[in-house]
């Protein structure tokens, strides 16, 4: 009896809960991005926080899940979360690995909701709605195309890479096109893994190696710190600039403070998850159509245009 | 020590290759980097290297201690992290009181040796009082100590305050008669460290604890002291290692110190610590810490191998040293 009576009650309070939620039309988004483990991901993480806050407020009729992971298996776990428990109409993904997150992402997919992956593609085409990505190849093609204008007559320069996943190559190899032919040699190249203290250790070992070194490209803003105090602690006078990217807010602070050494940056900025959860805001509650890809591109920022990229509040 | 040359039967009179394989090693490293790139043995390159081997080898001497009294710490390398971000934080927040000179650099100083030894203790104490295994206590505060500083700063970079910087900044790059601060605290330890482990009871301590645990309590040697006593030491040491780390790039994030703690490991067997406790070896330690660090300074000084294998090459080097132990050990 008592089995039953319980029963009954939750029947009429899902009734009542479902009936609610028919009334007022909420839509849920889910937001699944790897934890802030480094840097740029903590910037990431400030900015998906900060739109979801905004857009709450914005659109009363959305609703948002936000859910930090620091392994693939617990994005997989979050996203299972999200469907069984808060039955999301849309999810906005950062994969934190392509392969095992896309046949998750598939699953939501399947069951109707629309899917906005951000950054790192799933590995198999056509799943999601729509793709926000950041250009990789061309954050190293404007690189290699501002070094070119920085040094006319060609130069030797040292490049400090990342960890080494596509995302590196892709960068190298835009920026290896771009200066091809210009006279600009790279006479070296080690990983610095997007990492001050390697990168240091790296910069201090370019520096014994070569007598003469004209320019850096550090490929990233933590990096070019590292690269910076090797470079001071040398007293080495022949380097003229380095170029790091991503826009940490202290290289961006020295663009627009005119610093010799930090002539300029390249965005990849990571605000583009604010990017992707905007749009499927309008998806959710519009006509407008915003399905297909939509590419960010890497931006150069000079003393001229830095305070449009310099954000205070960001961590990153 | 004693013990050993009283197995070794007297008629050979080369000592053992436990002893020999990390010298050669080393030798053969420096004469390969020698050979490959006149600036190798140059006064910036030298400086360079032990230099950056400082934080490691500071931490590796405390973790010869451990190991030999039969421990292990995982949690060394999120500690470092930790340490270098609360200190960061201390020295901002005191500076509109204190300004900028050498009380504040004290109070930086003082807040990562207690903050080191609170560490230390607290793995300690989980491991010996409340009788946890330490590979396990120690994964443990690994995790929260890497958690706390990502939270401290919010996911991105603390960074000391720019004059503070420039002002601490002479305690990694500038020294006395040319050699810079971290390489003369480094022998210091090691010196120190030494002279502990093969002259002073407390060595003999932490050996007895880690060959016999049972044997050692019968000898009167008071197993848990010596155990939370060697925690703490390392918790110390890190509190040295982040000293001279903070003022090299004046900044800690998630990202610093990884993996330190195996490095560490591996810098102490590979100098022919036994893993699994009883026979510790400190000068053995350095030379771990130097054949780690040169490996990574000659393949980036030279074009030879693709920076893809570094860690293949150490990952070789390592296992070769243990097997020179098993050998050493069958035979004596």
């Excluded at chain 1, 992402?105 to 950041?134: K, N």
């Excluded at chain 1, 006479?187 to 070992?205: A, K, L, T, Y």
């Excluded at chain 2, 690994?142 to 000391?160: E, N, Q």
């Excluded at chain 2, 903070?246 to 036994?274: C, K, Q």
Aim: some cysteine; hydrophobic content about 50%.
């Amino acid at each position: 009896m008592t089995y039953l009576k319980t029963f009954a009650t939750g029947l009429v309070a899902a009734a009542l809960t479902a009936s609610v939620a028919m009334a007022q039309d909420t839509k849920v988004i889910g937001v699944s991005i790897p934890a802030a483990t480094h840097g740029w991901a903590g910037g990431m993480n400030f900015h998906a926080r900060e739109a979801v806050e905004r857009l709450e407020g914005v659109y009363p009729q959305l609703d948002f899940v936000l859910a930090t992971a620091s392994d693939p298996g617990k994005q997989v776990n979050d996203i299972e979360d999200m469907v069984a428990t808060r039955n999301i109409d849309a999810l906005v993904v950062l994969p934190f690995e392509s392969e095992p997150l896309t046949s998750p992402v598939h699953a939501v997919a399947e069951g109707g909701a629309w899917v906005t992956v951000v950054d790192r593609g799933l590995s198999v085409e056509g799943i999601e709605d729509l793709y926000v990505a950041g250009d990789n190849p061309g954050f190293g093609r404007v690189s290699g195309e501002y070094m070119v204008s920085k040094m006319p007559e060609g130069g030797k320069i040292v490049v400090l890479r990342g960890i080494p996943t596509t995302i590196d190559n892709e960068r190298v190899d835009g920026f290896k096109a771009a200066i091809e032919g210009s006279g600009i040699e790279i006479i070296d190249m080690e990983h610095g893994n997007w990492n001050r203290d390697d990168s240091f250790d790296v910069m201090q070992d370019f520096l014994s190696k070569h007598d003469q070194i004209d320019a850096v490209w550090a490929s990233d803003d933590d990096m070019a710190v590292g690269v910076l105090a090797a470079i001071d602690a040398a007293g080495r006078e022949d380097i003229q600039f380095v170029l790091g990217g991503a826009g940490m807010k202290e290289m961006v602070k020295r663009v627009m403070d005119g610093d010799k050494m930090i002539p300029a940056d390249v965005t990849y900025p990571p605000s583009m998850i604010a990017t992707a959860i905007e749009l499927t805001a309008i998806a959710m509650t519009s006509t407008a159509p915003v399905s297909g890809t939509f590419t960010i591109g890497s931006v150069l920022v000079t003393p001229e245009n830095a305070e449009n990229f310099y954000y205070p509040d960001s961590p990153f | 020590m004693t013990s050993e040359t009283v197995n070794t039967p007297p008629r050979r009179a080369l000592p053992s290759m436990s002893v020999l394989g990390p010298i050669i090693a080393l030798l053969a490293l420096i004469a390969i980097g020698a050979f490959l790139n006149q600036n190798f043995l140059g006064v910036g390159n030298i400086t360079n290297v032990l230099a950056r081997s400082a934080f490691i080898g500071i931490i590796a001497v405390g973790m010869t201690f451990v190991i030999t009294a039969g421990g292990l710490d995982l949690s060394v390398g999120s500690m470092a992290a930790f340490i270098a971000g609360l200190m960061i934080l201390v020295m901002n927040a005191a500076l509109p009181t204190l300004g900028v000179g050498v009380p504040i650099i004290l109070l930086g100083m003082a807040t990562a040796l207690i903050a080191g030894l609170l560490a230390g203790l607290l793995n300690g104490f989980l491991i010996t009082t409340l009788g946890i295994e330490a590979f396990i206590v120690t994964l443990g505060t690994m995790g929260i100590y890497r958690s706390l500083v990502t939270w401290l700063a919010d996911g991105g970079t603390l960074s000391l305050d720019f004059g503070l910087r420039t002002f601490y900044r002479p305690v990694y790059f500038d020294g006395i008669l040319g050699i810079s601060w971290p390489i003369i605290v480094f022998a210091l330890v090691v010196i120190i460290g030494e002279v502990v482990m093969s002259r002073a009871r407390f060595g003999r301590h932490c050996a007895a604890t880690g060959s016999s645990e049972e044997v050692a309590h019968y000898s009167n040697v008071n197993v848990n002291r010596t155990r939370m006593t060697t925690y703490a030491m390392l918790g110390i040491l890190v509190g040295v290692a982040t000293i001279m780390y903070v003022p090299r790039l004046g900044s800690a994030s998630a990202s610093t110190g990884v993996l330190w703690e195996l490095e560490a490991i591996a810098a102490v067997i590979i100098g022919g610590t036994v893993l699994k406790g009883g026979f510790g070896r400190v000068w053995g330690t350095v030379i771990g810490v130097l054949i780690l660090s040169l490996i990574d300074n000659i393949l980036n000084l030279t074009d030879l191998v693709s920076p893809y294998l570094n860690g293949a090459i150490q990952g070789v080097i390592i296992i070769l040293a243990v097997i020179l132990q098993r050998e050493a050990k069958a035979k004596g």
